[in-house]
């Protein structure tokens, strides 16, 4: 069992930055591949970024290369996400989520998620 806590979102201007952190409880945090999704209003809820369990991998929407940078401490139960160059087009409520299927199309696959957090607002203005 794994118990997922976001923190970090926030209202900020356009071109801005913010920092996710997602705390994780149990000692098999390590052994999970992690991945933040977001959902606007009405919207799916969509694939942002994907880390393996050693950070050896990294996957990202193609909208927020460049923008966005997924990391993980293991040490510390917890997996971040920086978002700079923030644009309004990036509103919405960002989730953090643990799974073990890494491989193909798996990662960007929210079904593939086995544990999620509550979610955390981001609401950029223009």
């Known amino acids: 069992q794994v118990q997922l806590v976001e923190s970090g979102g926030g209202l900020v201007q356009a071109g801005g930055s913010l920092r996710l952190s997602c705390a994780a409880s149990?000692?098999?945090?390590?052994?999970?591949?992690m991945g933040w999704f977001r959902q606007a209003p009405g919207k799916e809820r969509e694939f942002v970024a994907f880390?393996?369990?050693?950070?050896?991998?990294?996957y990202y929407l193609d909208s927020v290369k460049g923008r966005f940078t997924i990391s993980r401490d293991n040490a510390k139960n917890t997996v971040y996400l920086q978002m700079n160059s923030l644009t309004p087009e990036d509103t919405a409520v960002y989730y953090c989520?643990?799974?073990?299927?890494?491989?193909?199309?798996?990662?960007?696959?929210?079904?593939?998620?086995?544990?999620w957090g509550q979610g955390t607002q981001v609401t950029v203005s223009s």
């Open positions: 989520a643990a799974t073990k299927t890494t491989y193909g199309s798996g990662p960007y696959d929210r079904r593939n998620y086995d544990y």
């Open positions: 880390i393996s369990w050693s950070a050896g991998r990294t």
């Open positions: 149990g000692r098999t945090f390590s052994m999970y591949a």
